[in-house]
C-alpha cells in the first residue's frame, strides 16, 4: 500500500502540559470514562476538538439498548446482538456489553440523565431494528443522545479535577523509547498560529474520539467525525481492525444528489412505531425479505432500498409516517419533525424522501476486553475501537452502550496500570501532509466506489486513486491538512481491506461475491503502521453461528 506520513508535520511544540490520564473525546465514551477515573488519578485532561457537546453522541435519536424490561433479558440482547453481527461479533465482548449494560443504564440515570417514562413511572421503552424485544430508552422522544450530553457535561462541570481542552485537535500521539504512550501533541484552535502545538504529557491516553464518517460525501456523522482518533492511534503503531464494517444507516433523508456532508438523520424509532417504507409506485418491499420487515437490521434494509434504487433507477425510496398523526409526530419526534419541516418535507402529510448514507464504524482501534489497545497506555472506547461487539453491522442503539459499558471496564483496571511519565522519544521516520483541498477528491472516491456497494473493479481504482492523492504534499500546514490526511489514512486501510474481504458479510456488500463465505472468511482484517506503510493482514477465527439462534429472542 502507498506509504502515508508517520507522523503530521507541524512545529515543535511551544508549551507544555501534564496529565496522568488523557481523554480525547467528549461524547459518552470520553466523559464516562473521566468521571469514573475520578478519585482514582491525581489529574484528568479532557480533549475535544470543538466544544464538549459538539460530537456525535449529540446527534443521537432513538436511544440506548439495554435489557430493562420485564420481560427481556441480557441472553435475548446477546441473540439479537450476534444475528447482526453476521459472525463477526467477539462473543465474550457480546457477553459483557449485554450483562453490564443495564447497570451502566441506571448509572447514567443516578448522573442525571432523564429518560422518558410511561404514565406508571417505569422506563418507556420501544423497538428498533434487528431487535425482538421493546429495549430501547429515549429521552425527549428523539433527542436522547442530547440529554445524555447535558447529564454527562453537568458532571462534568461539578468535578475540578477534570482539566477540560476544547477547540483542541490532537496531531500526534507521543510515544516513549520502549513504544508505549507518553503523551499528545495538539493544537488549540485560535490559539497562536495555525501550526503551533503544545506538547501534553501523560502516563495514559483513552482515546474516545468518535468516527470517521466524514470519509464519505454524504454521512450522519458531524463535521468533527474525521477520523483522527483511528489515524493517530495507527500511526502510533496501534492495530486497527474491521474497518471494512462500515454502516449505513438505511433513512436517512435524501437531499438531492448535490447534497454533501452531514444529513438529517431519520431514526429507526420512525419504523419501530410503525412507519414502513415504500418505493416509488407506493409498494411496501420490505415484505418477505426479512421476518421482521422494515425493522430488519440495518445492512438488510440498506441493502433492499439500494436494489430497488438500482432496479427503478430513482434516486431514493419512501418512509410513510402519515399514518401516525401530528400529535405523535410532535410528542415523540419533534425533533426529527422539525428537521423534515426545515427542509420542506411535513411527514404528517408527506412521504420522506430516504437513501442509505454512512452512519457508523463497527471497526477502529482494537481493543481486548479492557479496552487495552496494542500499544502500552493506549486504551479506546466507544465509535473509534473495535471492541467486537458489533461485528460486521451494529445492531440498533447498542453504540451509547458500548461506550457506557467500556468506558467503565477501561476505569476499572487504568489506575493499576499507569505507566511512569516517561520522556518523548525521537521520531525518525518521515512526517508530513497531504492538502487539506483534497477532502473532497477523497470523500467523492470513497462514496462512489467504497460505499454501499462495492466490486473489486472500484476498489481497486479506490486504492489507486487514493494512493495518488497520496503522493501530493500540501503547501499549508494547519487543521484542514491535517484532518485531510487523518482521512486519507484511515480511507486507504478501509478500502485495501474491504476489496480483499471477498465475501458479503454485514454491511460489507460486494456484488462480485454477494454469499457471506464462513469457510474463507471467518475472521478479520487488521492494519498497522511501520515508517509510514500501511500492512492489511487477515487473522482468521472461528465463525459465530448465529442463525441457528435466531429463534431465541423472539
Known amino acids: 500500500m502507498k506509504s502515508l506520513p508517520g507522523l503530521l ?7 507544555t502540559e501534564w496529565a496522568d490520564v488523557i481523554v480525547v473525546g467528549s461524547g459518552i465514551a ?13 489529574r484528568i485532561a479532557v480533549v475535544t476538538k470543538d466544544v464538549l457537546a459538539a460530537g456525535s453522541t449529540q446527534w443521537a435519536q432513538g436511544g440506548i439498548a439495554a435489557a430493562l424490561g420485564p420481560e427481556d433479558t441480557p441472553e435475548q440482547h446477546e441473540v439479537d446482538t450476534l444475528v447482526a453481527g453476521a459472525g463477526a461479533c467477539d462473543l465474550d465482548a457480546v457477553r459483557v456489553l449485554v450483562t453490564e449494560g443495564p447497570d ?80 499528545l501533541t495538539i493544537h488549540v484552535m485560535g490559539d497562536g498560529d495555525d501550526d503551533g502545538v503544545g506538547l501534553v ?12 464518517g466524514q470519509v464519505f460525501s454524504q454521512t450522519t456523522n458531524p463535521s468533527v467525525s474525521t477520523a483522527d482518533g483511528m489515524a493517530i492511534a495507527l500511526r502510533a503503531g496501534a492495530r486497527l481492525r474491521d474497518l471494512e464494517f462500515v454502516q449505513f444507516h438505511p433513512t436517512v433523508m435524501y437531499l438531492g444528489p448535490d447534497s454533501r456532508g452531514q444529513q438529517p438523520l431519520i431514526s429507526e424509532a420512525v419504523r419501530g412505531e410503525g412507519a414502513f417504507l415504500v418505493d416509488w409506485d407506493g409498494e411496501r418491499f420490505m415484505q418477505g425479505v426479512h421476518e421482521l420487515a422494515d425493522l430488519a437490521p440495518r445492512d438488510i434494509v440498506s441493502k ?48 420522506i424522501p ?8 463497527s471497526g477502529g482501534v482494537h481493543t481486548d476486553l479492557w479496552g487495552r489497545s496494542s500499544v502500552p497506555g493506549l486504551y ?27 468506558s467503565r471496564r477501561i476505569a476499572d483496571v487504568l489506575p493499576g496500570e499507569l505507566r511512569p511519565l516517561g520522556e518523548p522519544a525521537r521520531h525518525v521516520g518521515a512526517a508530513g501532509v497531504v492538502p487539506g483541498t483534497a477532502l473532497k477528491e477523497v470523500q467523492e472516491t470513497m462514496s462512489s466506489r467504497v460505499g454501499v456497494l462495492r466490486s473489486s473493479t472500484g476498489l481497486t481504482e479506490a486504492v489507486e486513486l487514493l494512493g495518488k492523492i497520496a503522493s501530493t504534499s500540501a503547501g499549508a500546514i494547519d487543521p484542514a491538512a491535517w484532518e485531510t490526511t487523518n482521512v486519507l489514512t484511515i480511507s486507504l486501510a478501509l478500502a485495501e481491506a474491504a476489496l480483499r474481504r471477498e465475501e458479503t458479510r454485514g454491511s460489507h456488500w460486494r456484488e462480485d461475491f454477494p454469499d457471506r463465505d464462513d469457510a474463507h472468511w471467518a475472521g478479520h482484517f487488521d492494519a498497522q503502521m511501520t515508517d509510514g506503510a500501511t500492512a492489511v493482514s487477515f487473522t482468521p477465527s ?8 435466531e429463534g431465541a429472542a423472539r
Open 104 to 183: 451502566a443504564v441506571r448509572e447514567l440515570i443516578e448522573w442525571g440523565a432523564n429518560f422518558d417514562k410511561d404514565p406508571e413511572g417505569n422506563l418507556s421503552l420501544t423497538r428498533e431494528g434487528g431487535h425482538h424485544r421493546d429495549r430501547i430508552a429515549h429521552a425527549n422522544g428523539d433527542a436522547t443522545g442530547a440529554e445524555i450530553q447535558r447529564a454527562l457535561i453537568e458532571a462534568v462541570k461539578r468535578a475540578p479535577e477534570i482539566l477540560v481542552f476544547e477547540h483542541a485537535m490532537v496531531v500526534d500521539l507521543v510515544t516513549a523509547d520502549d513504544g508505549g504512550i507518553a503523551g
Open 201 to 212: 504529557r501523560a502516563r495514559a491516553v483513552v482515546l474516545a474520539s468518535g468516527g470517521l
Open 9 to 15: 508535520s507541524s512545529r515543535d511544540p511551544g508549551w
Open 30 to 42: 470520553g466523559l464516562t470514562a473521566a468521571l469514573r477515573l475520578r478519585g482514582q488519578v491525581e
Open 304 to 351: 433492499a432500498i439500494m436494489k430497488r434504487m438500482l432496479e427503478t433507477g430513482h434516486p431514493n425510496m419512501w418512509l410513510d409516517a402519515r399514518h401516525l398523526g401530528g400529535e405523535f409526530w410532535q410528542r415523540r419526534f419533534p425533533n426529527i419533525l422539525a428537521s423534515c419541516r426545515s427542509h420542506g418535507v411535513d411527514p404528517v402529510t408527506d412521504l
Open 380 to 406: 479506546a472506547t466507544g465509535e473509534v475501537a473495535c471492541s467486537g461487539v458489533h461485528g460486521a453491522n451494529r445492531l440498533a442503539s447498542n453504540s451509547l452502550l458500548e461506550g457506557l459499558v467500556f
Open 542 to 549: 472461528p465463525a459465530t453461528d448465529t442463525d441457528t439462534h
Open 354 to 361: 430516504v437513501a442509505p448514507a454512512c452512519h457508523y464504524a
